[in-house]
């Protein structure tokens, strides 16, 4: 008997890849990000060196993360078409840290303004904001130098990390972050 798929995390949480949106030139992930893998090493914020002004010289044979990555713009539909990263100047990706400071970075959802962006005053940035923030994902905005947690809220954000009851009008929204997000949280104290 045949065992079905297992779908990657990424699927799970922001959807497949949307057949009808294509990278194109933009190359935000190939300079941004940082990539360490037993393929390819690279620090964020540098062009991969496999990186060309036509794209990327390898890409037929590029490593095995490069072929299944996608920034959330190829997977979430509610982000409008102009919010792909070369367009918005916000690469919006799935985060995994292995060692989270709390539950809300173990899996988020992390947009990144990317260097000389004008998302904020354009207004983009509250778009895509609004298209992910209806989410049970964590949604952290980066300049990066520094990153803020923008969803949940900061009294959801506080009632879950500081294990309070919380008030009648938050205790669904309370309960669904911390049995989603549990896993991440110290067990020391409780």
């Given at each position: 008997?045949?065992?079905?798929?297992?779908?990657?995390?990424?699927?799970?949480?922001?959807?497949?890849?949307?057949?009808?949106?294509?990278?194109?030139?933009c190359t935000a992930c190939c300079t941004v990000l940082t990539i360490d893998t037993p393929d390819l090493k690279k620090p964020?914020?540098?062009?991969?060196?496999?990186?060309?002004?036509?794209?990327?010289?390898?890409?037929?044979?590029?490593?095995?993360?490069?072929?299944?990555?996608?920034?959330?713009?190829?997977?979430?539909?509610?982000?409008?078409?102009?919010?792909?990263?070369?367009?918005?100047?916000?690469?919006?990706?799935?985060?995994?840290?292995?060692?989270?400071?709390?539950?809300?970075?173990?899996?988020?959802?992390?947009?990144?303004?990317?260097?000389?962006?004008?998302?904020?005053?354009?207004?983009?940035?509250?778009?895509?904001?609004?298209?992910?923030?209806?989410?049970?994902?964590?949604?952290?905005?980066?300049?990066?130098?520094?990153?803020?947690?923008?969803?949940?809220?900061?009294?959801?954000?506080?009632?879950?990390?500081?294990?309070?009851?919380?008030?009648?009008?938050?205790?669904?929204?309370?309960?669904?972050?911390?049995e989603r997000y549990g896993v991440f949280m110290p067990t020391h104290g409780r």
């Amino acid at each position: 008997m045949r065992s079905a798929p297992e779908t990657d995390v990424e699927t799970t949480l922001l959807g497949p890849v949307l057949a009808d949106r294509s990278c194109g030139d933009c190359t935000a992930c190939c300079t941004v990000l940082t990539i360490d893998t037993p393929d390819l090493k690279k620090p964020a914020g540098q062009p991969c060196e496999n990186l060309f002004e036509g794209g990327c010289r390898i890409h037929a044979e590029r490593p095995h993360i490069c072929r299944t990555w996608f920034c959330a713009w190829r997977r979430v539909a509610t982000m409008p078409e102009d919010a792909r990263p070369d367009r918005s100047g916000l690469l919006v990706s799935l985060n995994f840290v292995r060692a989270p400071q709390n539950c809300f970075e173990g899996v988020s959802i992390n947009i990144r303004v990317l260097a000389g962006s004008e998302a904020i005053e354009n207004g983009m940035a509250a778009v895509v904001l609004d298209s992910l923030c209806d989410q049970l994902i964590p949604v952290w905005f980066s300049d990066g130098s520094s990153k803020m947690l923008l969803h949940p809220d900061d009294d959801v954000a506080r009632l879950v990390l500081s294990g309070d009851p919380a008030p009648p009008h938050l205790e669904d929204e309370v309960s669904a972050w911390r049995e989603r997000y549990g896993v991440f949280m110290p067990t020391h104290g409780r």
